[in-house]
T-cell receptor, first 107, second 113 residues
C-alpha cells in the first residue's frame, strides 16, 4: 500500500521566516502534486513534479522531487500571512494524500 | 472556464435520511473522482467514474453508498440511511484523462444530526 507522510503536521511562524515541508514515501511515484486548502474550500493545485530531481518555482514557493521519486519538499521563502493554509502532497491515479501540514503565518 | 462545481455546499440530514451530492466537472473533463475528508483524517479516495461507467470504487463503503455519472448531467454521490459517522466534507475532482492532474470542487459539507 502506498503511503505519503508529511512533516511537520503543524507549523506556526512569523511573517518573513522561511520554512520547508516534507513529503515522504517508501514507494515510487510517477508524479507528485502539491495542493493548498483553505478552511471551507477544496484543495487548489499548486504544482506537479514529474522528473526525479526536478525543481519547480512558483513565486516564493520552491518544490523539489527527490531523485528516486519517493519524496518531495516545499520550501517557502519569506512567508506571508496569505500563505496560511493546509498544504497537501498527493500522488497516484486515485490520489493518495499525505495528512497535510497546517501552516499559520502570523503578521 | 468554470471550475468544478458541487452542490449543495452544505447539507444537513437526520439519521436515516438520504443524501444526494452533485458534481459538475470542468468543461472537457470526462473523469470524475470523489473523495471524503473526515474530521481528524486526511482526504481519502472513494470512487472514480467515467461517463456512464464506474472505473474504481475500491474506496467506497459497500453498503449505503453509490455513485453514478450519467451521459447527461452531473455525477451524483448518494448516501442512503445516513448515520452520524457519515458527517464529513465530500469533494469531487475532475480531469480530462486518468493521467492528468485533478482539479477539485469546493466540496459539500454533510452534517448528520
Amino acid at each position: 500500500t502506498q503511503l505519503l507522510e508529511q512533516s511537520p503536521q503543524f507549523l506556526s511562524i512569523q511573517e518573513g521566516e522561511n520554512l520547508t515541508v516534507y513529503c515522504n514515501s517508501s514507494s515510487v511515484f510517477s508524479s507528485l502534486q502539491w495542493y493548498r486548502q483553505e478552511p471551507g474550500e477544496g484543495p487548489v493545485l499548486l504544482v506537479t513534479v514529474v522528473t526525479g530531481g526536478e525543481v519547480k518555482k512558483l513565486k516564493r514557493l520552491t518544490f523539489q522531487f527527490g531523485d528516486a521519486r519517493k519524496d518531495s519538499s516545499l520550501h517557502i521563502t519569506a512567508a506571508q500571512p496569505g500563505d496560511t493554509g493546509l498544504y497537501l502532497c498527493a500522488g497516484g491515479g486515485k490520489l493518495i494524500f499525505g495528512q497535510g501540514t497546517e501552516l499559520s503565518v502570523k503578521p | 472556464n468554470a471550475g468544478v462545481m458541487q452542490n449543495p455546499r452544505h447539507l444537513v440530514r437526520r439519521r436515516g435520511q438520504e443524501a444526494r451530492l452533485r458534481c459538475s466537472p470542468m468543461k472537457g473533463h470526462s473523469h470524475v473522482y470523489w473523495y471524503r475528508q473526515l474530521p481528524e483524517e486526511g482526504l481519502k479516495f472513494m470512487v472514480y467514474l467515467q461517463k456512464e461507467n464506474i472505473i474504481d470504487e475500491s474506496g467506497m463503503p459497500k453498503e449505503r453508498f453509490s455513485a453514478e455519472f450519467p451521459k447527461e448531467g452531473p455525477s451524483i454521490l448518494r448516501i442512503q440511511q445516513v448515520v452520524r459517522g457519515d458527517s464529513a466534507a465530500y469533494f469531487c475532482a475532475s480531469s480530462p484523462s486518468p493521467t492528468d492532474e485533478q482539479y477539485f470542487g469546493p466540496g459539500t459539507r454533510l452534517t448528520v444530526t
